[in-house]
């Protein structure tokens, strides 16, 4: 990346009212059909003016073409039966009643990859497009076939691998993956999931970015955060790996959080997504506020390391809300640009 400080936001941006309910996680489609792949493309083009607006550097669809950030992914493949439900407990933290997988998985068309490509002829500006982690993947389902969490991890893997090769193509820049799930199953992460990570990425000539938060601003999330304590060490448990691993970039949620800082270090080298925004409330911060996040992370991220970003997606707020929180990113990103060059 040429320019100091890119811009990007870590996920998801609100839809228009005339494609999902607005201020609502994971709303349904309000279209169907030959409208409904119209009305994402009208609505992509609408995220990515707003990102433009607001003065993003690396853009994004603004997940306009997905209703939730795992399952959209898994409905394209086969072996999972969404008829078949079970609730399971998500990441340790909520109950929801998920998909059963009955068979052995495979992608048998490219997921997102027109949407890639539709974004990718839009704008000149680099462009990142997200996947769910592997881990994050059987976090959110019941597996009845494989019958071992780090088996199905490894065939979504190589699945994630074919769509992320083919998103390369199509001229996406960064591919990143989601994985929530890293801030939880510490032994896991450990012993398989940063290397199923690893077989996702594969091959690939493009930057890769792993996404790891404390979840969207719901109450299940809000109410964990809770019990965490004064700091926040989670990121401790994965960085020492993930420093050492094939991913170019790690994606965090920083500002308003309990993360001690200072755990960075950990990730020397690696270029960081600095969460400088807080997803959680309707607060916009003031473009000082995201400054002074930045200039904390630059005590321990190289200035040509750091992209500020937000802390998690924002498909949960009002558009207005959402692209208050953008101008802000982006005048702060501009004032710590300011000093770094004087
Ligand atoms: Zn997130």
């Not at 955060?225 to 970039?249: C, H, M, V």
């Amino acid at each position: 990346m040429k320019i100091l400080l890119p811009t990007s936001t870590a996920g998801s941006l609100p839809k228009p009212s005339w494609l999902a309910q607005p201020e609502t996680l994971w709303s349904p489609w309000k279209l169907q059909n030959e409208e409904l792949v119209l009305g994402k493309k009208d609505a992509l083009r609408l995220s990515l003016d707003d990102q433009l607006r607001a003065g993003i550097d690396i853009v994004s669809d603004g997940e306009q073409t997905r209703q939730h950030f795992v399952t959209t992914f898994i409905e394209h493949l086969s072996g999972v039966d969404f008829e078949k439900r079970e609730t399971v407990r998500i990441r340790n933290r909520y109950d929801a009643s998920v998909p059963t997988v009955v068979g052995a998985v495979a992608r048998q068309k490219p997921v997102f990859v027109e949407d890639a490509k539709y974004l990718r002829k839009l704008t000149n500006k680099p462009i990142k497009w997200a996947l769910p982690g592997p881990m994050t993947m059987i976090d959110t389902l019941y597996d009845d076939h494989y019958k071992s969490r780090e088996k199905l991890a490894w065939e979504f893997a190589k699945i994630l691998n074919q769509e992320a090769k083919e998103l390369e193509a199509a001229g996406v820049d960064i591919i990143q993956f989601d994985e929530p799930a890293f801030n939880v199953f510490f032994d896991e992460v450990n012993d398989w999931g940063i290397a199923a990570l690893e077989r996702a990425v594969e091959g690939l000539k493009c930057e890769t970015a792993v996404h790891i938060c404390y979840g969207y601003g719901i109450k299940a999330n809000t109410d964990w955060k809770k019990t965490l304590g004064s700091e926040w060490r989670q990121y401790e448990e994965a960085f020492p790996k993930l420093q050492t691993s094939n991913i170019d970039i790690i994606s965090l949620e920083c500002h308003n959080s309990r993360v001690p800082m200072d755990l960075l270090e950990l990730i020397r080298g690696k270029k960081v997504m600095v969460g400088a925004i807080d997803v959680a409330t309707n607060t916009v911060e003031t473009p000082e506020e995201v400054a002074s996040t930045l200039r904390k992370a630059l005590q321990f991220v190289d200035a040509d390391k750091l992209y500020p970003s937000t802390n998690c997606g924002m498909a949960p707020l009002s558009r207005q809300i959402a692209q208050g929180k953008l101008n802000a990113l982006s005048a702060g990103a501009e004032l710590v640009r300011k000093e770094l060059q004087a």
